[in-house]
């Protein structure tokens, strides 16, 4: 029932709550996997808009049925029809449109049928529930212009008469008011007789009546009639669109049910996201795996998750701890979330989650955790335990609370290891919470039922509500006990009056929780660790793509300024040329110093040491001898090789007084160097011989390299003399 409120409080419409405190679960599957289709729907389009597109709107389906009788319907309800429409043109624009990964919501919102012309007359015509627009129809824009001229008429004259000094004595207050719907002015009960018409109204204290001038009667029977005229078309006007809304009427009882359906569908979504909820996976085998699945009525900030799993290698699961450690709040985990699974709702937990489509979901489960139960306590119980076996079939799934409590403790253990003998042999799915130890040696011995028990902190006395299967339970009495000051002389004669077989398991069973919460301890650390080492990776991934782009866009960025200088040597080259050609034909042109100057300002700008071509140029070990000036990449600093490269690629340099060894690859060569290196070509402009190529070959080069290269070729061919 709370998770139907819980339901209802996320619909926005009083249909759409109604089929939340109505939701029931379902044992098909087919069934089950649709209503888990729709939530995820639901809650896809929600994780998208971030709200609801399902408008409020009212029921009118009882309105409607007046109409189609011919009733007349207000303008409150045909507003309320009106809202009904818009909320159907709204879902059905942002259902269908692009939604190709919601299809059967958008199946759903694609028979809504908005009927926009009668949404527009009816909006058009309707101001609010108390007034209707001149644009209702074109008799009643000429009826209400007809009253304002009235009106005018009728207001003018009095204000003439409570103007005039004749009256001045006569009036009360020199205003025009209404009574009745007249118009009529405040006369003084002594001047009754000398202002002539009709009285509609005194004063409370019969010093004032409130009179209509017979000169103004005239026009307010008038105004009456036109009034009245407007009554009327009105009356017409509400008819005629009640008429339609009549003949809309099916389409509009289609539309307020698949709003409602929508309404729930997009409050399912939004419980699961409000629960940070998942889709679980559906079954028919009787397999139930919980993960990290929390109770969907507790407190999200404390509530301790619950991991369990049965149906596979057992079928039968009993739970034994303390008092409130927290066996009847897994007990009730269990039952609610597979209710909620197959009524079609999401699970508060994580992904992996699984839960079986049941037939029917029986709980014996009590609220009394006194330790003091009566017979009439027990009475009960049996009772519904009588009437669940009776009714429990193979596809069932059965929880029982303290099974077997409420009597002596021998015949109750025993009569509860009778009820789940009977349950196994018929594997039926059962979870059983119990305090009894004849049922955990019970669970085990036997094949098919397995412990289970949830944990609790002796040193604090307090239960941290995981749960544990595969190791039954500890009683913690003595222990609990101690911790609360009993004498150890009183214990130790507890334990003396215990059987040793007693003793024995109850030591077993505690040994196995200690190594099982140390285990666990160690499995935190493990995992804590594990975070860690995918903490460190994902920083060193992060920082190793930052390094690869930031030398992709360094590399970028040198190979953009080397085209750049190429470019603007290839022009200064190609106006060099001119000018020599200019020399060579006119005979004027630039200084040969000029030239001379320009030349060396070239070559000086392709050995820049800043160049980022140079600075990405790195040595070979062919390139290195003794005695070579070379740059420390680092430092750019100037330094002398005072040995070969080894095996490992260093070469011993020395920078000033410091001697170190340093990797090729951490050196380039030394500016002075590389210009000491250069080939000096001297052009001479005389009859000289030059060894000039028979073609020029500009096959494969883009436009502008080839114009160039043809040029620089023409002015060698010139240069040298050849002419053809």
Known sequence: TKIREQLAQAAVTDLGRELCLNL????????????????????????????????????????????????????????????????????????????????MIRSMASILAPNTPLLRRIVDAILSEDEMSDNASSALADIRRHIRQCNDRVRDRLQGMISSPAYAKYLQDAIVTVRNGRYVIPIRQEYRQNTPGLVHDQSSSGATLFIEPLSVVELGNELKQWQAMEHQEIERVLLALSGEAAEAADDIHTNIGILAQLDFVFAKGQLARSMNAIPPKINTQGRIRLVRVRH???????????????????????????????????LKTVGLVSLMGQAGLHIPGNLGTEIAV???????????????????????????????????????????????????????????????????????????????????????????VENASVEFDVSTLRPTF?????????????????????????????????????????????????HRQVAEKERQIAEEARAETVRLRDEAESLYRSLAENREKAERKAREEARRVLEKTRREAAAILDELKTIKKEGQGAAPADLTRRLRDLENSLADPASPSLSLQSLSPQDVNIGDIVEIMQTNTKATVLSKPDAK???????????????????????????????????????????????????????????????????MAVMAGLHE
């Not at 911790?483 to 003793?503: C, F, N, T, V, W």
């Open 466 to 514: 995981r749960l544990s299967i595969g190791v039954p339970g500890k009683s913690n009495a003595f222990e609990i006990s101690k911790r609360l000051g009993l004498p150890d002389a009183l214990i130790h004669d507890a334990r003396q009056l215990m059987s040793q077989e007693s003793i024995r398991f109850e030591d077993v069973i505690s040994n196995a929780e200690y």
């Open 649 to 715: 690629g260093e070469v011993q340099v020395q920078a000033g007084i410091i001697k170190m060894k340093v990797h090729l690859s951490k050196l380039r060569p030394s500016v002075d160097e590389e210009a000491n290196r250069k080939t000096v070509v001297r052009a001479k402009t005389g009859a000289a011989e030059r060894t000039v190529p028979m073609e020029c070959d500009v096959r494969g080069m883009p436009l502008d390299t080839a114009i160039a290269e043809t040029e620089r070729y023409i002015d």
């Open 296 to 330: 969907p009525l507790l407190d999200p900030a404390t509530v301790v998750p619950c991991d369990l799993w049965m149906g596979e290698d057992f079928t039968t699961l009993v739970i034994t701890g303390p008092n409130t450690g927290g066996k009847t709040v897994t």
């Open 24 to 103: 029931v679960p379902v044992s098909q599957p087919e069934a089950v996997a649709r209503l888990q289709d729709e939530t995820q729907e639901a809650f896809v389009v929600l994780m998208q808009r971030g709200d609801s597109p399902i408008i409020p709107f009212r029921d009118v389906r009882q309105a409607l049925t007046m109409a189609e009788k011919g009733a007349t319907l207000s303008m409150r309800t045909l507003l309320d029809i009106a809202e009904t429409l818009r909320a159907a043109s709204a879902a059905r624009h942002a259902l269908v449109t692009d939604r190709e990964n919601t299809p």
């Open 358 to 448: 049941f037939g029917e979901v029986y709980a014996d489960i009590g609220d009394e955790q006194s330790i003091e139960q009566s017979l009439s306590t027990f009475s009960s119980h049996m009772t519904n335990i009588v009437e669940i076996i009776s009714q429990v079939e193979p596809n069932d799934l059965v929880l029982f609370d303290e099974l077997g409590a409420g009597t002596d403790p021998t015949e109750g253990a025993a009569l509860a290891q009778a009820i789940l003998a009977r349950l196994l042999k018929h594997a039926i799915c059962t979870v059983a919470t119990t305090h009894y130890s004849e049922l955990k040696a019970y669970a085990l011995s036997t094949p098919g």
